[in-house]
T-cell receptor
Framework: DAGVTQSPTHLIKTRGQHVTLRCSPI?????VSWYQQVLGQGPQFIFQ???????GRGNFPDRFSARQFPNYSSELNVNALLLGDSALYLC????????????FGSGTRLTVV | AQSVTQLGSHVSVSEGALVLLRCNYS??????LFWYVQYPNQGLQLLLK??????LVKGINGFEAEFKKSETSFHLTKPSAHMSDAAEYFC??????????????FGTGTKLQVIP
């Protein structure tokens, strides 16, 4: 069975640009959560989606947005990139949320220059 | 608000020695507790979880953790360290946020070094 798939694995963007990160959850999982992991820190919660609806949002600016599609895949969009947005972005798949554990993808390493 | 504190950002043990990684949590409701492991350039992998029931939880790769409500702790242990255990370990806590979603909050991580 395929695990959680994230694309791209790496990308480099310039300040002010826009980026879209993609995630395909495990088959049958209806919830996707996004986390930002800055080097040397623990993952920080950005969004949680369940059944295509946003369930929760972390303390991130409005430049960050996301959506979930009918097939439960998800996109994370970041506008007006800042140097501080450089991080590993992790997608976490679960049946209904994180209470019984997440399955994480390998992440997208975003570098903003 | 829930939070997690991991004591010690770096821990070194000799191969074959006991591994003890410390985690304390804060939560206003009975928590769900987790330990995840992260190898370089990879995502996080669930080691074990406590939801309800038995307070001693066994996970993969010989790890276990004990939920102690009175101490608000969930320390991770392994009797004998193996070289392949070298990684970063994250403790996490989950409770219900507003709107019914399950927000999982992670600690800052502990890097485990295993010395031959």
């Amino acid at each position: 069975d395929a695990g959680v798939t994230q694309s791209p694995t790496h990308l480099i963007k310039t300040r002010g640009q826009h980026v879209t990160l993609r995630c395909s959850p495990i088959s049958g999982h209806k919830s996707v959560s996004w986390y930002q992991q800055v080097l040397g820190q623990g993952p920080q919660f950005i969004f949680q989606y369940y059944e295509k609806e946003e369930r929760g949002r972390g303390n991130f600016p409005d430049r960050f947005s996301a959506r979930q599609f009918p097939n439960y895949s998800s996109e994370l969009n970041v506008n007006a990139l800042l140097l501080g947005d450089s991080a590993l972005y992790l997608c976490a798949s679960s049946l209904s949320g994180g209470n019984y554990g997440y399955t994480f993808g390998s992440g997208t390493r975003l570098t903003v220059v | 608000a829930q939070s997690v504190t991991q004591l010690g950002s770096h821990v070194s043990v000799s191969e074959g020695a006991l591994v003890l990684l410390r985690c304390n949590y804060s939560s206003s409701v009975p928590p769900y507790l987790f330990w995840y492991v992260q190898y370089p350039n990879q995502g996080l992998q669930l080691l074990l979880k406590y939801t309800t029931g038995a307070t001693l939880v066994k996970g993969i790769n010989g790890f276990e953790a004990e939920f102690k409500k009175s101490e608000t702790s969930f320390h991770l242990t392994k009797p004998s360290a193996h070289m392949s255990d070298a990684a970063e370990y994250f403790c996490a806590v989950s409770d219900r946020g507003s709107g019914g979603y399950q927000k999982v909050t992670f600690g800052t991580g502990t890097k485990l070094q295993v010395i031959p």
